[in-house]
């Protein structure tokens, strides 16, 4: 919402300067975004005298001129204007300036031999306009050395605020000035509306077919306008906050948006057929609005109607073929109250942004209705002539708000401000409230404040008017310790996760938590209570179950650009179902790819499930996961992920660590990914917490001063038996001496019988004491061989 101060001052008279006016805003509620000062930026212009203008002794198209600036010191200046002659005043712009339109700084020049001192500027220079063929030509009474923002008119400061959504009379720049004068800057100016009695009854009717969408829609003909420009001090209020003059009706309907919060709209009344009807609008009617664009109507839009058809959208956008142009003559002018979901419903739809709508979304005073037919009939009649009709009323606007029952006490429970009632009541009735003292008070909103529901409304507005930088100061009580600072053990886990996987060499990705219905379906559905009512797009309407579908989808938009290899990762939330224990943190990576880049000593190899399974250990690793307790099972396997070619992390039964594999072709042709695609999932908020307890095991590469011992098994068992199911059991025979248990080789074929396996594990003996002989390595190898056929039925391999 953009205003300029001159205008603000018409409604609220006050000697306070900018600076304490914008931070009283910001102070209200009412945040500056930005102000533009002209005469700050402009003071270095100043009005000048030529005194005499002489051909340039070197140029045909140059000319000499001696200008007075008003400090008494003339200055020569070389001007190509042909306007340039003796005897006129001009913006004379010093040595040293900044130019606003180019940038450029005027320095000590010399053009074609001859010295300038300075720069006689056009409008275009000045980024004032377009028009750069002379310069600038002042009033002859403008005083010399003066800055010449103020000689034209444009010192107005543009204030330039962020209105929040409930403050929807705050549109207007007199609901901004009730609010500054509630606050102590000054007092609102009255500002009584005069009724125009009606010359004639109106022709044109107004029938009311929606008014669920359009309880109350005021109609007015006025004969005999001539629809010229608009006068200048109205060109430069619009033009400063930016918008464009068009003609004097149309500018006035745009002038009381603004000023009053009121949009308007006027019909060239030759052009309808029949009276106005509002209605709602029928499936294959559409009509060329004036914002350029070919619009469609359906059955959820409330349109403005005429025997012809549909003349604009009611509250958003007009017609073309009903505007108002040049040759206007009669013009019937509608001041309506509109259901703001309506409205919100059909702007959103059709992408159609307006002043109008922005301001009946949010709801306009239903009472502003009959003020702003008086306010826009008395300035046509002023500005376009003409005499006006009776005004013609459609339907009623909506009840008022019932009284709030207010108790005094809770401003203090509440906010902790101390406040008299007389003033609280000096407050809310500078703000438009009706209050009746008792026990408790009766307080009814004013109509332009529909955002004001309860008690605690009215709480924050005497909070807000009296400062809340009023609030008492109170020191903290001291502390007998200082607690320390702490993570929980999830929040841990998240930080521990993030810096191993980036040390992994995987790239962190951040995605929003909502994806496509489509993939959410996909990864197992998701429960109904989690697809948003009113999603920013399609492609983000459901909690995402899980993070891989992000990763997938950032895949999918680096293969797209060329990228071959893929490792990815996020650490984030994901949501299945509404429940308190439904929404935990996960760690999920993807791998795309090969393991290496491109090298002549290096052979490329496909990703598979064995990399993410890795990245996943890691992980649960880091977080002090007892992983020798951990089981792998295809088990329990998400149906994204290809059967066979995966597993789950178990510890126990019941706890699920984890989840690795391959994506499933199904899944990964949803995202148009090619190639093998790994990705694995560790649930952070399900790992157990650590247990610190004393144990004897040392870690695989503990150093040692005593030799250890290294001995190669290869085992036959059967084909469907883990692999882990084996390096568990051998672990198991003797955690203080068994450093290691790894498999460093697999065999079916020649020599191995149907449906076994050939299976060859290194395992590492670590003594912690002393060198073990030759009979304790074989009395320890000997009870590994025992420990893996009792646990899996393997063989040693002979």
Same mark, same amino acid.
């Given at each position: !919402? ?65 200008? /007075? ?49 300075? !720069? ?69 100016? @009255? ?59 149309? /500018? ?24 106005? =009807? ?52 009669? =013009? ?61 009323? +459609?339907? +009623? ?213 064995? /990399? =993410? ?20 099972? @295809? ?12 597993? !789950? ?55 040692? /001063? ?20 084996? =390096? ?38 670590? @003594? ?31």
């Amino acid at each position: !919402m953009k205003l300029t101060l001159g205008w603000l001052k018409e409604h609220l008279a006050t000697a306070a300067d900018l600076a304490a006016i914008t931070d009283k805003l910001t102070a209200l509620g009412l945040e500056v975004e930005g102000v533009d000062d002209p005469a700050a930026r402009l003071a270095p212009f100043t009005v000048a005298a030529v005194l005499t203008a002489a051909p340039h002794p070197n140029a045909d198209k140059l000319r000499l001129c001696t200008v /007075d600036a008003g400090d008494g010191t003339p200055y020569q200046v070389v001007c190509g204007a042909p306007n340039a002659r003796a005897g006129i005043k001009g913006v004379f712009a010093r040595i040293g300036t900044t130019i606003p339109a180019s940038g450029l700084v005027l320095k000590p020049t010399s053009i074609r031999g001859v010295e300038s001192q300075g !720069m006689l500027c056009s409008m275009r220079e000045m980024g004032l306009g377009e028009d750069h063929d002379g310069i600038i030509e002042l009033p002859a009474a403008a005083p010399v050395g003066a800055p010449f923002a103020a000689v034209l008119g444009l010192d107005d400061a543009v204030i330039d605020i962020a209105v929040t959504p409930n403050r929807q009379d705050c549109l207007g720049i007199r609901g901004i000035a009730r609010d500054l004068a509630a606050g102590g800057l000054g007092t609102l100016k @009255p500002a009584p509306v005069a009724p125009l009695a009606g010359q004639f009854a109106s022709p044109i009717g107004v029938t009311l077919e929606a008014p669920e969408a359009c309880p109350l829609f005021l109609g007015r003909l006025v004969r005999g306008v001539v629809n010229r420009d608009s006068p200048a001090w109205l060109k430069r209020r619009l033009e400063a906050i930016g918008l464009r003059p068009i003609s004097a009706l149309v /500018d006035i309907t745009n002038f009381l948006t603004f000023d009053r919060a009121r949009p308007l709209h006027v019909f060239d009344a030759a052009k309808l057929t029949g009276g106005i =009807v509002v209605r709602r609008g029928r499936a294959g009617e559409t009509f060329d609005g004036l914002d350029g664009r070919h619009h469609a109507v359906d059955e959820t839009m409330v349109v403005i109607a005429d025997g012809a058809g549909v003349l604009g959208l009611g509250g958003i956008v007009g017609g073309v073929a009903s505007s108002c142009t040049a040759a206007t003559t009669d =013009v019937f002018i509608e001041a309506a109250w509109f259901d703001p979901l309506t409205i919100a419903r059909t702007g959103r739809l059709l992408g159609i942004e307006s002043d109008a709508r922005h301001r009946f979304e949010r709801g306009v005073d239903p009472a502003s209705a009959a003020e702003g037919m008086e306010l826009a009939t008395g300035l046509i009649v002023a500005l376009c002539g003409g005499s006006p009709g009776a005004v013609v009323t +459609a339907g +009623a606007p909506p009840p008022p708000a019932p009284a709030i029952a207010f108790r005094p006490a809770q401003v203090a429970r509440l906010t902790g401000l101390v406040v008299a009632e007389p003033r609280m009541a000096e407050i809310l009735g500078d703000l438009g409230f009706t209050v009746v003292p008792g026990s408790p008070w009766s307080v009814t909103a004013p109509s332009w404040r529909r955002d004001i529901e309860g008690e605690a409304d009215l709480v924050e507005e005497i909070a807000r008017v009296t400062g809340l930088d009023q609030l008492p100061v109170e020191p903290l009580p001291d502390l007998p310790v200082v607690p320390r600072p702490g993570l929980s053990p999830e929040q841990r886990r998240v930080r521990q996760a993030r810096r191993l996987l980036a040390a992994r060499g995987l790239v962190e990705t951040v995605n929003y938590s909502f994806i496509p219905e489509a993939q959410a379906a996909a990864f197992g559905g998701t429960d109904p209570a989690l697809k948003l009512a009113n999603p920013i797009s399609v492609e983000l309407a459901v909690m995402r179950p899980s993070l891989v579908p992000s990763l997938a989808a950032a895949a999918a938009r680096n293969a797209a650009r060329g990228t071959r290899d893929i490792a990815l990762f996020e650490v984030a939330a994901v949501y299945r179902g509404v429940g308190p224990g439904d929404q935990t943190s996960v760690a999920a990576g993807l791998r795309a790819g090969a393991t290496t880049p491109r090298h002549w000593q290096k052979t490329r190899r496909p990703v598979d499930p064995f /990399d =993410v399974k890795a990245d996943l250990f890691a992980v649960l690793a880091e977080a002090n996961v007892p992983l020798d307790s951990a089981t792998v099972s @295809p088990d329990g396997l998400p149906p994204w992920l290809h059967p066979g070619q995966g597993g !789950m992390v178990r510890l126990g039964p019941k706890t699920v660590l984890g989840c690795f594999g391959t994506l499933h072709p199904r899944v990964a042709r949803l995202f148009d990914l090619d190639g093998p695609v790994a990705v694995f999932e560790a649930y952070l908020g399900a790992l157990p917490a650590p247990k610190p307890r004393a144990t004897r095991e040392r870690p695989p590469l503990a150093l040692s /001063d005593l030799p250890a011992v290294e001995r190669d098994f290869a085992f036959l068992m059967a084909e469907d038996v883990a692999a882990d199911k084996l =390096v568990r059991a051998i672990r198991a025979v003797d955690k203080s001496l068994i450093a290691a248990v790894t498999v460093f080789d697999r065999y079916q074929g020649t020599g191995v019988a149907e449906g076994e396996v050939s299976l060859a594990l290194a395992v590492r003996l670590a @003594p912690a004491e002393r060198t073990l002989t030759e009979a304790e390595i074989e009395a320890i190898s000997a009870r590994i061989v025992a420990a893996a056929a009792k646990a899996t039925g393997a063989r040693l391999r002979t």
